[in-house]
């Protein structure tokens, strides 16, 4: 098991046992896994992002901390937030990445994942010249989350 996998199972055990709410000391949890300190930054960075539902705070000096929440709202609050997180362009990876993440946590069901990847895929975009296809799949992916908080709310 890789090292970032294992900080990673880590914080989120930390993470289950605080009831979503982890504060974590980077030196002292590096020297505890015995990695560096960079590589709880790294795995903090890219595996704890708002789009994954975390909220990250960092205070430095001498107390200094990460506090990690896990995001645990609704499920129409959840995908807004998601939503207003895209930004102008997704690249068929983050949509991958995004789509598996809601997956995981229950705010969308294995079918609709699968058919908003499908509606994601480059393959999907082939007669779209590459500068303009993330920017589609941006608003694809957005139109098709509001969508489903729309049909929720009826």
Known sequence: MKMSDIVAQYILRMLDEADGNAEIQRNELASTLGCVPS??????????????????????????????????????????HIVNSIGDSVSSSAAYTILSNMSDRGMISEYERVLMLSALSDKAYGCIPQENRDTLRA????????????????
């Open 139 to 154: 608003s694809i992916m957005k139109n098709l989350l509001i969508t489903l908080v729309v049909l929720e709310n009826q």
């Open 39 to 80: 590589q709880i930054n790294y795995v903090i960075t890219s595996r704890f992002t708002p789009e994954q539902g975390y909220i990250v705070e960092s205070r430095r000096g001498g107390g200094g901390y990460i506090r990690i929440t896990r995001v645990t709202t609704d499920r129409r609050v959840a995908i807004m």
